[in-house]
Nanobody, 120 residues
């Protein structure tokens, strides 16, 4: 079984910073894309940042220049450094990974979600 476990959410003042982490564990053959999505109540989940296994990145327009995604392929971990946080960034963030497990097939995996709260 594969699990994604997130950490790093919490409360921060507007303009502050948080760093999210997500570790993939279990029977993993390889990992393709990793990334972060977010979802506000009543809204669809949206992609915040993605990073491929060769470190190519893609960002939501509204976070470009403020958020930075990175990964450690040895530790099967993806990070999201969030700077200059705004009240509109205050939603639940979900870790995502496209993982090839022992079956040799790729599957989408999701973390349980971590709340980011930004006080104005």
């Amino acid at each position: 079984q594969v699990q994604l476990v997130e950490s790093g959410g919490g409360l921060v003042q507007a303009g502050g910073s948080l760093r999210l982490s997500c570790v993939a564990s279990g029977t993993i053959f390889s990992i393709n894309d990793m990334g972060w999505y977010r979802q506000a109540p009543g809204n669809q989940r949206e992609m915040v940042a993605l990073i491929s296994n060769d470190s190519s990145t893609n960002y939501l327009d509204s976070v470009k220049g403020r958020f930075t995604i990175s990964r450690d392929n040895v530790k099967n971990t993806v990070y999201l450094q969030m700077n200059s946080l705004k009240p509109e960034d205050a939603v639940v963030y979900y870790c995502y990974a496209d993982i090839i497990d022992h079956t040799g097939r790729p599957y989408d995996y999701w973390g349980q979600g971590t709340q980011v709260t930004v006080s104005s």
